[in-house]
């Protein structure tokens, strides 16, 4: 199946091996099986002419999301082992 499109990125012809430039017109070969990638073929290597109703590249921007903070053991409290020896738990006081 062949379609048009507009390259997302930059890309590299399959035939002639040229960088298509973001927002060019690519032709889009794809395999019948869908086991492969699809073929990429610019304007000049492409086997028919481009469509003039072609239309724009949308850039498409993805939402950042706030990430929350995760304590992690670097982080937090160090352990004091020494009073954990002796039996006393963290702020008893001594007797």
């Given amino acids: 199946m062949r379609t048009w499109r507009r390259a997302f990125i930059t890309e590299r012809c399959g035939r002639c091996g ?11 070969i ?3 099986a869908g086991l492969r990638r699809p073929k990429l073929r610019c304007v000049a290597c492409a086997d028919e002419a481009e469509p003039v109703d072609l239309p724009a590249l949308v ?3 993805i939402p950042m999301t706030p990430m929350a903070h995760i304590r992690t053991g670097l982080d937090t ?3 004091d082992f020494k009073q954990r020896q002796m039996g006393r738990e963290p702020g008893e006081d001594d007797d």
Avoid: D, H, S, W
């Avoid at 040229?18 to 889009?28: D, L, M, N, S, Y």
């Fill in 18 to 28: 040229k960088p298509i430039e973001t927002g060019a017109p690519v032709q889009e």
């Fill in 30 to 32: 794809q395999p019948l």
């Fill in 77 to 79: 409290l160090p352990l």
């Fill in 59 to 61: 850039a498409r921007q």
